[in-house]
């Protein structure tokens, strides 16, 4: 096919197909950024608002990070806007929702202050009678997540004496806390040995609803313990380290990263809030996006680099590392996974990056025409976004309403898919759901979701290529294979001579019998003194099977 051919998709067969056109997901608004997540998809941002950074779900957590309006299955969550601060919404009901119990709330909690403690003379029932010097630390703790907080400062000291202690609480926090952990030293220890979890049985973790007065202290608890109680309790939390602000995060496994302008900080495995400084990974630039890129690995881009952060297990347990340099994408749109897991990426021109890891900048070279403009023309509001539709294995490239689609498998680029008319705005991103390729718009004033390739159709233009001058320079017959779905519209073969493609003679243009396989041939019209020719045919197609099978031209030389 050579231009002006357009909406025809090659097969798998060998076919020349068309574009089954888009269909528009009803009750279903887009995103600037999409997400698969919890068997749905989630986004970032708006009509109005472009959304950066991460959405992903974890322990039925919805979390979020970077800027732009948070959204799920289509649906924005109220209350829920993405900041420099991991946040989350928890499902509750089968459903991601604001609320008291639900959030939004931060990922990690601050540490809080030292408690203070008083030794009580005479132990309640079921308590011991203690004597040494002991002091006590606090965390918070959330019921939702089972995220606790950095232990805080030792207490004051008490020598006790056949006495039990009681603890002060501080004021809980307003993000999420349920319950208070308190550690423990060993009895004579003072404020000198390891803090030990104080077990449950002992009141160790105490609600922050059952926290009371006694002796006159209010939001109290009283505890006691011996040291064999101690006996093969874990150490308290002195790993739980908050969040800094960030841009990016994700989850492998069982460990969250966050990624800080070139810092990634790599979580404590089974927390979504504890980063030990001393688990950073230092990368050589700021991020642009990250996309998972295996169960085991994501792809991290930067203006100048791509980099895999994989799983590694132990603590850390990510790794990092980077595979490129000087070559990077301008805009989180600019990268997707392609056919097999390759990389789909946009270097000025697209690109793939398969498992030799080496950018293939010739992937393009035979259509490169088509993309004229493309990288002069993108913006943050008008990205170029390469994608996959998994159902025909196309690799596509999206930009404002065109779309080149490559059928991977047999590596055959299609022609020209035109937009225009079918879709409200232009195409910002793209997510992969049920196996079905959805494609973002954005016209300013709405934010839609199409299916790609279903649809009501769309009408296909597939032209040959010239004949070297010389040859076949008399047209007798033409015979043209093909197949449409719609008996309304007529089907047109035309010739073009002598490269006139604003002047062509009709061969054939009629309406013909639809869903079977036509052989037209026709010796209309008799063309001679042609010095080279070309074949052009026009399917009007409402979504369902049209194709052109074969195109042929019949005719003697002159000389």
């Not at 732009?68 to 829920?80: E, K, L, R």
């Not at 998994?390 to 404002?400: A, I, T, V």
């Not at 040859?471 to 043209?480: C, K, L, M, N, P």
Request: hydrophobic share 40%; with cysteine; proline share 6%.
């Amino acid at each position: 096919m050579r231009p002006p051919s357009e909406n025809a998709l090659v097969s798998g067969t060998d076919v020349v197909r068309a574009f089954r056109g888009v269909t528009v997901l009803g009750g279903k608004s887009g995103s600037r950024l999409l997400f698969n997540a919890d068997q749905s998809y989630a986004g970032l941002g708006t009509q109005a608002v472009n959304g950066t950074g991460s959405a992903f779900v974890v322990k039925q957590l919805l979390m979020a990070i970077g800027a732009g309006q948070v959204n799920f299955d289509g649906a924005a969550i109220s209350s829920f806007i993405a900041s420099s601060t991991l946040s989350f919404i928890k499902k509750s009901g089968g459903v991601y929702a604001a609320g008291a119990s639900t959030g939004p709330f931060q990922a990690g909690h601050a540490q809080p202050s030292a408690p203070l403690i008083f030794a009580k003379d005479s132990p309640s029932a079921g308590k011991e009678a203690m004597t040494g010097a002991v002091t006590v630390v606090i965390w918070r703790v959330s019921s939702i997540t089972g995220q606790v907080s950095l232990m805080s400062l030792p207490s004051n000291v008490l020598e006790l004496s056949n006495q039990s202690v009681i603890v002060q609480m501080p004021a809980a926090d307003s993000n999420g806390q349920t319950h208070w952990g308190i550690g423990v030293v060993k009895l004579g220890y003072a404020d000198l040995g390891f803090y030990i979890q104080l077990p449950t049985s002992l009141g160790g973790e105490v609600s922050e609803a059952d926290l009371t007065t006694i002796d006159g202290i209010t939001r109290a608890v009283e505890i006691s313990w011996s040291n064999g109680a101690l006996q093969g309790q874990p150490l308290a939390p002195d790993k739980a380290f908050p969040l800094p602000a960030g841009q990016f995060a994700g989850v492998m496994n069982d460990t969250l990263f966050l990624d800080a302008d070139g810092i990634i900080y790599v979580g404590e495995p089974g927390y979504i809030g504890s980063f030990p400084p001393s688990n950073a990974i230092f990368a050589s630039e700021p991020a642009v996006h990250w996309l998972k890129i295996g169960p085991n690995a994501f792809g991290r881009f930067g203006k100048h680099s791509v980099g895999i952060l994989m799983y590694v297990g132990g603590s850390p347990a990510l790794e990092y590392q980077e595979i490129l340099s000087n070559q990077g994408i301008a805009l989180p749109q600019n990268v997707a996974l392609g056919f097999g897991g390759r990389l789909l990426m946009w270097l000025g021109k697209p690109t793939v990056l398969d498992k030799a890891l080496e950018p293939d900048f010739e992937y393009a070279n035979k259509v490169m025409p088509d993309f004229d403009g493309w990288d002069a023309g993108q913006s943050t509001s008008q990205p170029i976004v390469p994608c996959f539709d998994p159902q025909g294995l196309y690799e596509c490239w999206c930009f404002q309403k065109k779309v080149m689609a490559k059928h991977a498998p047999t590596g055959r680029w299609c022609a020209p898919i035109d937009l225009t008319g079918k879709i409200n705005g232009n195409i910002v991103s793209h997510v992969i759901h049920d196996r079905k390729l959805y494609l973002s718009c954005v016209d300013g004033l709405t934010l839609k979701l199409y299916q790609f390739d279903a649809g009501t159709g769309s009408t296909m233009v597939v032209q040959t290529d010239d004949t070297a001058p010389g040859r076949g320079d008399t047209i007798s017959e033409v015979f043209v294979q093909a197949r449409t779905d719609d008996e309304a519209n007529n089907l047109l073969i035309e010739a073009i001579t002598n490269h006139e493609d604003d002047s062509p003679a009709e061969v054939f243009d009629d309406t013909v019998e639809a869903d079977k396989t036509l052989f037209i041939r026709t010796d209309e019209p008799n063309i001679i003194d042609a010095v080279s020719h070309a074949l052009r045919v026009t399917v009007p197609c409402l979504g369902g099977d049209a194709s052109v099978e074969l195109i042929e031209s019949y005719g003697a030389r002159s000389f």
